[in-house]
């Protein structure tokens, strides 16, 4: 009973032409429904749970509103294709790809998070020549550096939760997460050679086209490791996506940054150099609701998009245009995402997520190879590594203990699982075919983007990691105890 919503969730999404609000929308109600029928959930403990995420809510609400809007300045001025020719000198090439799947995408992510790096990310990918089904997979991809999204609040939940410094759970989640830099880096070079079309590639290029992909991954790792040593956690995603994108650029274009693309960089320099200022100050200094304000990537963004309109030019009818484009826009990309986050919230809050992990508890040793499935569940459902921890966190930290395993490690792995998981679940995918589906046209080669295919794609790349990891964590986790 206590996984009939998550089923009817994605039973609803298998189905064609459905409405993206309607899954999310139907599995939250039938999860209220469950707790408050079947479970006798107090209802108050729902109120208590949504009063508790409110905020968060709004706050994603507009930092999706805050990207749309940069987005689309970004395209009706011409900007984003000034930057996507600097960003590649060879088109929708495979370093390119990894350019932008290993640096760009989530070093957005670790400095934003929320859906910034889908709605900014995958036009780029746009603009450098990738159809709308391949730069909506690309860009998924990028998103593994789960760990340290948005400077790693949901690292800080899983390291409160096991009782361990943050520094260690960076570190711990970094040793659980080389899976997802490898394989993502595999998965970017593998889709990036198919869809050649001038010249397709032969297998020993593919081949070695994989190798250099898990070997951008293992060269991002090991930065990550590094800076989490060094810098700290909240900061270490960020500095190594920004030195892993220097070194491809550099590849790229032969060694030379210029000539740069001029203005056209100045929006994102507003919201990266914008959001890092803010979050320094938030956690230095206690400025209530003006250092949240400060800290948001929605603030940053609007005032890149804002200040761009000033220099960079733009039709008048395309200004006009605008405000009512990008609307229609933010409210078919935040709804679903703002659905998903409710889904989460009821199903933690109703007691339903406690149900689902205390059951397979019981299966002793063998829940070590469920853990990963767990975590990737929570973070398939919430699209949010800091709400999947603090879905599982607590039930995986007695689970570890009552099996006698080392609760900072089963947390680690919960923490990077959940953060992979994200890059197949509904919220992502969702935002991901509302931003590309708008450019496919009936002549575009190759696969039509659509909910299913990326899907076909990514769901069975995060299964097989999971199942990796549960063999890894029967065979290590008691080690550690």
Same mark, same amino acid.
């Given at each position: 009973?206590?996984? $009939?919503?998550? %089923?009817?969730? &994605?039973?609803? @999404?298998?189905?064609?032409?459905?409405?993206?609000? =309607?899954?999310? #929308? !139907? /599995?939250?109600?039938?999860?209220?429904?469950?707790?408050?029928?079947?479970?006798?959930?107090?209802?108050?403990?729902?109120?208590?749970?949504?009063?508790?995420?409110?905020?968060?809510?709004?706050?994603?609400?507009?930092?999706?509103?805050?990207?749309?809007?940069?987005?689309?300045?970004?395209?009706?001025?011409?900007?984003?294709?000034?930057?996507a020719?600097?960003?590649?000198?060879?088109?929708?090439?495979?370093?390119?790809?990894?350019?932008?799947a290993?640096?760009?995408?989530?070093?957005?992510?670790?400095?934003?998070?929320?859906?910034?790096?889908? $709605?900014?990310? %995958?036009?780029? &990918?746009?603009? @450098?020549?990738?159809?709308?089904?391949?730069a909506? =997979?690309?860009? #998924? !991809? /990028?998103?593994?550096?789960?760990?340290?999204?948005?400077?790693?609040?949901?690292?800080?939940?899983?390291a409160?939760?096991?009782?361990?410094?943050?520094?260690?759970?960076g570190?711990?989640?970094?040793?659980?997460?080389?899976?997802?830099?490898?394989?993502?880096?595999i998965?970017?070079?593998?889709?990036?050679?198919?869809?050649?079309?001038?010249?397709?590639?032969?297998?020993?290029?593919?081949?070695g086209?994989?190798?250099?992909?898990?070997?951008?991954?293992?060269?991002?790792?090991?930065?990550?490791?590094?800076?989490n040593?060094l810098?700290?956690?909240?900061?270490a995603?960020?500095?190594?996506?920004?030195?892993?994108?220097?070194?491809w650029?550099?590849?790229?274009?032969?060694?030379?940054?210029?000539?740069?693309?001029?203005?056209?960089?100045?929006?994102?320099?507003?919201?990266?150099?914008?959001?890092?200022?803010?979050?320094?100050?938030?956690?230095?200094?206690?400025?209530?609701?003006?250092?949240?304000?400060?800290?948001?990537?929605?603030?940053?963004?609007?005032?890149?998009?804002?200040?761009?309109?000033?220099?960079?030019?733009?039709?008048?009818?395309?200004?006009?245009?605008?405000?009512?484009?990008?609307?229609?826009?933010?409210?078919?990309?935040?709804?679903?995402?703002?659905l998903?986050?409710?889904?989460?919230?009821?199903?933690?809050?109703?007691?339903?997520?406690?149900?689902?992990?205390?059951?397979?508890?019981?299966?002793?040793?063998?829940?070590?190879?469920?853990?990963?499935?767990?975590?990737?569940?929570?973070?398939?459902?919430?699209?949010?590594?800091?709400?999947?921890?603090?879905?599982?966190?607590?039930?995986?930290?007695?689970?570890?203990?009552?099996l006698?395993?080392?609760?900072?490690?089963?947390?680690?792995?919960?923490n990077?699982?959940?953060?992979?998981?994200?890059?197949?679940?509904?919220?992502?995918?969702?935002?991901?075919?509302?931003?590309?589906?708008?450019?496919?046209?009936?002549?575009?080669?190759?696969?039509?983007?659509?909910?299913?295919?990326?899907?076909?794609?990514?769901?069975?790349?995060?299964?097989?990691?999971?199942?990796?990891?549960?063999?890894?964590?029967?065979?290590?986790?008691?080690?550690?105890?």
């Amino acid at each position: 009973m206590a996984i $009939l919503p998550v %089923l009817l969730t &994605l039973g609803l @999404l298998a189905l064609p032409r459905i409405p993206g609000t =309607l899954p999310p #929308l !139907l /599995g939250t109600l039938g999860a209220a429904g469950i707790a408050l029928w079947y479970f006798a959930a107090p209802a108050q403990d729902l109120i208590t749970a949504w009063n508790a995420n409110f905020w968060t809510l709004i706050k994603v609400l507009a930092i999706i509103g805050g990207g749309v809007l940069l987005s689309g300045v970004m395209d009706r001025t011409g900007a984003q294709r000034k930057l996507a020719n600097w960003l590649s000198d060879g088109g929708p090439t495979i370093a390119a790809a990894l350019l932008m799947a290993h640096g760009v995408v989530p070093f957005l992510e670790t400095v934003t998070g929320f859906g910034i790096p889908v $709605l900014i990310g %995958l036009p780029l &990918l746009l603009s @450098l020549g990738f159809t709308p089904y391949r730069a909506a =997979l690309l860009t #998924l !991809l /990028g998103l593994m550096i789960g760990p340290w999204g948005s400077m790693g609040p949901g690292t800080l939940i899983a390291a409160d939760a096991a009782g361990s410094s943050l520094t260690d759970m960076g570190l711990i989640s970094g040793w659980w997460n080389l899976l997802p830099f490898i394989a993502s880096g595999i998965a970017v070079s593998i889709l990036a050679g198919n869809g050649l079309i001038e010249h397709k590639l032969s297998r020993g290029q593919r081949i070695g086209w994989a190798a250099v992909g898990a070997g951008s991954g293992i060269m991002l790792w090991g930065l990550t490791m590094l800076a989490n040593l060094l810098l700290g956690t909240p900061v270490a995603g960020a500095v190594a996506t920004l030195i892993t994108s220097i070194m491809w650029l550099l590849f790229i274009r032969r060694g030379r940054l210029t000539p740069s693309p001029g203005l056209s960089l100045v929006p994102y320099l507003i919201l990266m150099v914008g959001t890092i200022a803010g979050q320094v100050i938030y956690r230095t200094y206690d400025l209530g609701v003006m250092g949240e304000v400060l800290a948001s990537p929605a603030l940053w963004s609007i005032t890149g998009a804002l200040v761009s309109l000033t220099f960079l030019p733009i039709e008048a009818e395309s200004l006009r245009a605008l405000p009512g484009a990008s609307m229609r826009m933010w409210w078919n990309a935040a709804m679903p995402t703002a659905l998903y986050i409710l889904f989460g919230v009821v199903i933690a809050g109703g007691g339903l997520a406690d149900v689902i992990a205390g059951s397979l508890v019981v299966l002793g040793p063998v829940y070590l190879f469920l853990l990963p499935f767990v975590a990737g569940l929570s973070g398939y459902i919430t699209a949010s590594g800091t709400g999947a921890n603090a879905m599982f966190g607590a039930t995986q930290v007695a689970a570890a203990q009552g099996l006698g395993v080392s609760p900072p490690w089963a947390m680690g792995l919960q923490n990077s699982a959940a953060g992979w998981a994200i890059i197949a679940g509904p919220a992502r995918i969702e935002l991901a075919y509302r931003v590309a589906n708008v450019y496919q046209r009936s002549e575009t080669p190759g696969p039509a983007v659509s909910r299913g295919a990326l899907l076909k794609v990514l769901l069975p790349l995060v299964l097989l990691s999971l199942g990796l990891w549960g063999i890894i964590a029967v065979v290590f986790l008691p080690m550690t105890g």
